[in-house]
Every structure is written in C-alpha cells, then in structure tokens.
C-alpha cells in the first residue's frame, strides 16, 4: 500500500492511498491426449474432463487460488468467453474423430492471470472380427513328402476379408496372425506369422491360428477373440491298378460299366470319398 499526499501551492495539503495487488500466474501444465475405443461403435463418447484432466493441468498446483475451464476453440480459451465454456461433461461433435480441446488455468482472484493448454479427444472404433472357418490344404511335396501332415501353402492374408467381413472396413483395421493367444492379445512380434508369405504349420496335420484385428489410428482398440485351425487333408490312399472285369453277354466285347463298381477296390475309404472317372490320366 503507497500512501500518496498532495500539496497545492497555497499549502493545502491532501492524502490517498494506492493499494497494488500482485496475483500469481498458473503454470497451464501439459496434459495427455485422450483416446477414447468404442465398443458400441456409434463414434461418440462423453468425456470427463474435470476428473481426467483437470488433475494434469493442476499438477499440485492451489486448488484454492485457480480454476481450470475447458473451451472448444483458442480464441475463446484467450478471451474468457462468457457462456462458451464446457460445463460438464463433453460428448464430440463427430463421429469417429480427433478433437482439440483449451484447458485454460487463471487465478480466481483475477482471471487475466491465465495460462493456456491443449490435448485431443479422439474415438477409436473397435472392430468385430466375424468366425473365420478352417483353412485346408491337400497335402502335398512342398515339405517332405504328401504323407507326412506338413505344407508350405498357407497364406493366411488370404484370410483377412472373411475375418473383417462386412462390418469392417479393411481401410481402418490390421489383421495379424499369431501362433499363440498371449501373443494375439499383446501383439507381440515373436509370434507373429508374415501373412503374405507362404507359412509351414509347425503341428502334424492341424494347427492352431490366433488372430488380431486392431484399429490403424489406435492399436489398443482391438479384438483377439477369433481363431481358426489350418488343416492339411490327406490324399486318399489308392490301389495302383485294378481291374474291373464283365461278362460280354453277346460276345461282340463291348459292355456297359458301371465304374463306382471299382470304388471299393480302388480306395478302402472308399465310403467317406468322392469319385470321378476320365477316360485318359491327362483329363483326371
């Protein structure tokens, strides 16, 4: 307080006082952006932002002293506007999309004392994964021989759009493939298979594949539920020659045939298979 006396030049004299108040500033603390994965998929969310960023601004700062307020635009977080500041909670106004956000700090006491900071919001979308069916593969010489239960002819990109189907845009979401759940869930790289590559089941026969569906813009936003077993089918096991004989009853030694009359001879599994008969092997 400055105590201030006037004196005119006939001697008359007068006394004031000038009291200057010093405000503290607030420090407007960077805060962490927030994303925001949508299970119901509608592309919006109502954000709390007093409780998940207020905190951050203030970071230990008083309490008492400051107040935080949220603004949708920097021109009205600088200027204080009246009435445009979020109350409550705050819902984005598009779906599926990042927004700007002003948290503005000043002293309650004096509100040009203020400070300006900003994050995003953004809503992810989740992806639902439709139940892929089994990928079978004859079995064949690309690893040993076509007995053994082992191939390497599995591409399992071949996969993806039955995976996405049509809720998923395959614009928006990855698809990998792990040979483990735990590796699908965290998407580990250890465990991951190079979709685009011809791939070897490690298993005789039937293996296991773990998929991963995950948002582009947010990789937590994602779906490890889904799984599928590549399979190799095995090639029947043939007799190698077998005759199929006929009485010609009119001696002029043409014949009708009935060729699945051979089946049984020609495979024992003969009741769980498919025949087709050609005239030349060339045709088969």
């Known amino acids: 307080t400055y105590k201030v006396t006037i004196t005119d030049t006939d001697g008359t004299t007068g006394e004031d006082e000038v009291t200057i108040t010093f405000f503290d500033v607030p420090i407007a603390n960077q805060t962490n952006n927030i994303e925001f994965c949508d299970t119901d998929r509608d592309g919006f969310n109502a954000f709390d932002l007093e409780a998940d960023v207020t905190p951050q601004v203030f970071n230990g700062q008083s309490t008492t002293d400051f107040e935080v307020l949220y603004f949708t635009s920097m021109a009205a977080a600088n200027t204080n506007a009246s009435g445009t500041s979020i109350v409550g909670s705050y819902t984005n106004t598009n779906a599926f999309t990042s927004e700007t956000i002003y948290a503005r700090i000043h002293n309650k006491n004096n509100t040009n004392c203020a400070n300006i900071t900003s994050f995003t919001i953004s809503v992810r979308d989740v992806p639902v994964p439709q139940n892929p069916t089994e990928y ?149």
């Open 136 to 284: 079978r593969v004859c079995d064949n010489t690309s690893v040993g021989s076509d007995t053994d239960g082992f191939v390497n002819n599995f591409i399992l990109s071949n996969k993806d759009s039955e995976i996405l189907g049509l809720a998923n845009s395959n614009l928006q979401f990855n698809v990998s493939y792990h040979t483990t759940l735990a590796g699908a869930q965290s998407d580990a790289t250890t465990d991951v298979v190079d979709k685009t590559a011809n791939y070897t089941n490690t298993t005789i026969n039937t293996q296991q594949i773990f998929v991963r569906v995950e948002n582009k813009d947010n990789t937590t936003c994602f779906d490890a539920s889904k799984s599928f077993n590549i399979v190799v089918s095995p090639l029947p096991i043939i007799s190698s020659t077998v005759e199929l004989k006929q009485c010609d009853n009119d001696t002029d030694g043409f014949s009708n045939f009935n060729l699945n009359e051979a089946a049984s001879d020609i495979s024992p599994d003969y009741l769980n298979e498919t025949f087709t008969f050609f005239p030349t092997l060339a045709d088969a």
